[in-house]
């Protein structure tokens, strides 16, 4: 018999009586490289072993009834870069046998009611790393998610939801309204005396409904007139009409200013300047809701390390318009370079319980 080959089922008892002679006795190094060598010397019951890494052989399935067990390896799954690109090789489905992602973890038993899917437990003590990280090769960018909840995934009921979800860029969103989280929209910045006019634009959008602006505006570098701002509705355009608004200040002096305008081209947010310094500066703005228009109101306060300090408030809506895109500041003279703005925009989802104004946001009461 030139070639043996034992298969399960193909004997049923614990020895046989076939010529079978090996080139080595053992595993030594005298006799390096042969397949199928004894553990130890010619001894009766001794084992036969692989010497080295035993065969593979591709296999279209592999099923495992019970536990299956690395010790002291590594488990991976490998596919070639070409098969995975087109043929979307390489997934580990558990409870899952078509899996939509390269892990698909999956439980289809509704009445495991608190059953966990996926946990990740670190040791109590001098542990200080992840439990969880989520990570990729490329630069910071909207592009892409790093985390997304989603409801409804089977779409059964008018779904998937997007309920909330970490950006690429760092943007934290609550997509349904139900946590207060402001994400981040932009940016603007000027440095104090280059210019007279400042405009931030495409800051507001429909992702949101209340903004708010938190830093620094400046008003004239060289004179106390007061700050003031418009919307822009696109681009670089700016609402010029349909103010409606009031604002108080106080100085170190004791001096009280109150202004108000009623259909104006601007609205002030800052009363009783002093000159080269920026206010302090915290607005709020909600486009459209229940009574339309685009609504705003906030405190601004300066201190210029001597004598000069106040504060103001302020409030007011305009009323031509429902929506805007952006905002500009300048100062009251028209003319007189600001001082210094540094401001940062905040976005959040208002759950609201009417409709009207922006309707992307006009959630039902659930």
Same mark, same amino acid.
């Given at each position: 018999?030139?070639?043996? #080959?034992?298969?399960? &089922?193909?004997?049923? @008892? ?5 010529? =079978? %002679?090996?080139?080595?006795? +053992?595993? $030594? ?105 989520? #990570?990729?090769?490329? &630069?910071?960018?909207? @592009? ?5 909840? =989603? %409801?409804?995934?089977?779409? +059964?009921? $008018? ?208």
């Amino acid at each position: 018999m030139a070639r043996t #080959k034992i298969a399960e &089922g193909g004997l049923g @008892t614990d020895r046989f009586n076939l010529p =079978i %002679t090996l080139n080595g006795t +053992d595993g $030594s190094s005298s006799n390096a490289g042969d397949t199928l060598v004894l553990d130890t010397s010619a001894d009766e019951n001794d084992r036969l072993l692989y010497e080295g890494d035993p065969p593979v052989e591709t296999i279209s399935s592999l099923k495992v009834t019970n536990n299956f067990n690395v010790d002291g390896s590594t488990f991976f799954v490998e596919v070639d870069t070409n098969e995975r690109q087109n043929s979307g090789g390489g997934r580990v489905g558990i409870n899952d046998g078509d899996p939509d992602a390269i892990l698909d973890v999956y439980n289809s038993n509704a009445l495991e009611v608190g059953t966990e899917i996926v946990a990740a437990e670190a040791a109590v003590g001098g542990y200080t790393g992840s439990s969880i990280s989520a #990570k990729n090769t490329l &630069g910071s960018a909207s @592009t892409f998610d790093l985390y997304r909840g =989603i %409801t409804d995934s089977d779409g +059964d009921a $008018s779904g998937p939801f997007t309920v909330f979800q970490v950006r690429g860029d760092g943007r934290v969103s609550s997509n349904r309204g139900k946590s207060l989280i402001g994400e981040h929209t932009g940016t603007g910045y000027l440095a104090a005396n280059t210019a007279t006019i400042v405009q931030i634009q495409d800051i507001f959008n429909d992702d949101c409904s209340l903004y708010r602006i938190i830093g620094a505006v400046g008003g004239d570098y060289d004179s106390e007139d007061e700050t003031q701002f418009r919307f822009l509705t696109t681009g670089t355009t700016s609402q010029d009409s349909g103010y409606y608004w009031a604002a108080t200040g106080l100085d170190d002096a004791g001096t009280t200013n109150a202004l108000q305008g009623a259909n104006t081209n601007q609205a002030t947010v800052g009363i009783n300047r002093a000159t080269t310094v920026a206010l302090w500066f915290d607005m709020h703005v909600i486009l459209g809701g229940g009574s339309g228009g685009v609504s705003f109101w906030g405190k601004a306060g300066y201190h210029d390390q001597g004598s000069d300090r106040g504060f103001t408030t302020f409030g007011g809506k305009n009323e031509s318009i429902s929506d805007a895109t952006g905002i500009e500041f300048f100062a009251d003279s028209g003319s007189g370079n600001l001082s210094l703005v540094n401001l940062t925009f905040y976005g959040y989802r208002l759950r609201q319980n009417t409709s009207g104004g922006h309707s992307t946001n006009a959630y039902g009461s659930d």
